[in-house]
């Protein structure tokens, strides 16, 4: 059968677009040995509160520091998962689904004690692929032997990781240079993030673009159906 693999920076509690593209491939690589963005998805993401969106960012340390690796980066305040579940409490205890998922949530928060901001972000992206029934692997970029150019790297990876397709967000079409792919035999596919079906969500008026942590608790186990990934699936 054929190895479809994508590879994705890892980010914080990311909206259910990222966990479709999981769910579609084999093999998951979080590619975390490229630079670190700030003001980007890796260190925060937004919830549905009552007043309208809510950042929920992990502190990291970036001070003077040009050339910094997602995988190098450093969280710097250990309060921050007591913030962030306090949040997500006031703004989600009268959520249908807040009661599936309180405990585990909490537990999830309070054992978040580890300084890497890429270990962090598996330990949050592992369970929330469990509780969405998703079995895919997720891998890292530095278990690989890592090209210097750009879409060699990506081309590098699925060759060794032995993969037959690369599933892509919509947004590398700009970039990629899907030739350095089929020289290796391998085909190129990107992910389409329209038509998604909006949910019951308890904080109007509805927004897509938030972490999928509003999906698990305004729709409890009813969450993977409303994964395009798992549409006609027994879920």
């Known amino acids: 059968m054929p190895k479809s693999i994508a590879i994705v920076q890892s980010n914080y509690i990311p909206w259910k677009g990222y966990f479709d593209l999981i769910n ?9 040995d490229v630079q ?9 993401n937004t919830i549905k509160t009552a007043n309208g969106p809510l950042w929920l960012t992990i502190p990291v340390d970036t001070k003077g520091k040009y050339h910094q690796k997602i ?3 450093t969280i710097v305040d250990t309060t921050w998962p007591e913030k962030h579940w306090r949040s997500i409490v006031h703004s989600y205890r009268q959520a249908p689904g807040f009661r599936y998922y309180c405990d585990e949530l909490e537990e999830l928060y309070r054992g978040a004690t580890d300084r890497s901001l890429s270990l962090t972000n598996h330990r949050f992206l592992s369970r929330i692929c469990e509780w ?12 690989y032997q890592l090209d210097a150019e750009r879409t060699m790297r990506l081309v590098g990876i699925c060759r060794q990781a032995g993969a037959d397709v690369y599933l892509s967000g919509p947004s590398a079409r700009a970039y990629l240079d899907e030739t350095m792919f089929a020289s290796e035999g391998i085909a190129v596919d990107y992910v389409d993030y ?4 909006e949910y019951p969500q308890l904080h ?5 673009d938030v972490s999928v942590l509003d999906l698990l608790l ?18």
């Open 24 to 32: 579609m491939v084999d093999e998951f690589v979080l590619f975390d």
């Open 194 to 197: 329209g038509g998604y079906r």
């Open 218 to 235: 305004n729709t409890g186990t009813d969450a993977p159906r409303y994964l395009k990934s798992r549409v006609g699936e027994s879920v």
């Open 71 to 73: 995988s190098e980066t």
């Open 36 to 44: 670190y963005t700030r003001r980007d998805w890796r260190n925060r």
């Open 204 to 208: 109007p008026p509805f927004r897509h």
């Open 132 to 143: 969405l029934g998703i079995t895919t692997r997720l891998s890292w970029s530095s278990e």
